[in-house]
Structures are given as C-alpha cells and as structure tokens.
C-alpha cells in the first residue's frame, strides 16, 4: 500500500512545489510588499522634491523616529507630532527655503525601505545648507512606523547654533 501511495505524494509534492513557485514569481512579477513600500516612499520623495508634500506625508501618527548621532535633535521619538515640533520644526525655522530631496539610492527589502540622499535647502542667513542622509524606515500597511534616520550631524549642528 505505501508503495502504491508514493508516486501519488511524489505528485502531489510536485504539484504543490509548482503552485508555489508560479505564485511566488506571479507576486514578484506584480510587486510585492517591498516593491510596494519602495514605490510609495519613492512617490513621496519626487512630491517632496517638486514642493507638493514630504516623506513626513507616510508618518503613522505612533512613529518612532531615531535621530542618530549627537545633533540638538538627535534622539528618539515617539509620535509623528513630537517628530514634527521637536525635531522638524526647529530646522525648518533657520531655512528660508524647503530642503529638496535628490535621492541617490532607495534599497526595499519585506517591510524595510533605505533611502540614501542629499537635500539642499538656503538658510535664512543666505548660507547654503546640504546635508547628506540615510533613512532606514520600516512600513506598515502604507505607513512608516519606525526610522533610524543618520545624517551628517555636524552640519545640521552649525545650521541650528
């Protein structure tokens, strides 16, 4: 009887191992969640660049944001709102002009999303001010819940004394 039943499994393990690979290559082919992730933080990085939003837009209202480094807003927050106040606001306060983004590589991985980038932005005393970033952001559900955001810190330190 068992040996009757083997080429029976044997096919059924074929089968099975097929389906899943056509849908594995059928999510691959459509994008999964990190092509999804990608093209969303992407699509938020061009409306940033051409003055029509921010990647702050994705923020879930319970984000942690780490600041890395030793920065005046270097730290960990807790909220979208405390983000915003804390840290975001101060550095907008000394710029006469918005930071534009200019991405340089974006990395999707699961729920993983890494931006490498350069912003540029005039400060109100007319100096220049480009920084040099890299986010490491995690998404869910279209959101991003969680930053570990590294930045040339001894630049934005000269931009807030």
Do not use: C
């Amino acid at each position: 009887m068992a040996i009757r039943t083997f080429p029976l499994a044997l096919a059924s393990g074929l089968l099975l191992s097929m389906a899943l690979t056509v849908t594995a290559h059928a999510e691959s082919a459509r994008g999964g969640p990190a092509q999804a992730n990608e093209k969303l933080v992407r699509q938020a990085f061009e409306r940033w660049r051409l003055g029509q939003g921010s990647v702050f837009d994705l923020l879930h209202d319970d984000v942690r944001w780490t600041v890395a480094g030793n920065s005046p807003v270097s730290g960990v927050y807790r909220s979208k709102k405390d983000l915003m106040n804390t840290a975001v606001a101060p550095i907008t306060a000394r710029l006469s002009t918005p930071i534009v983004p200019q991405v340089q590589q974006v990395h999707a991985q699961g729920d993983a999303v890494i931006v490498v980038w350069q912003g540029r932005a005039t400060a109100k005393d007319g100096s220049a001010y480009d920084n040099s970033y890299a986010w490491h952001m995690r998404m869910q559900d279209g959101k991003i819940v969680d930053v570990l955001a590294f930045l040339d810190t001894w630049r934005l330190a000269q931009l807030l004394d």
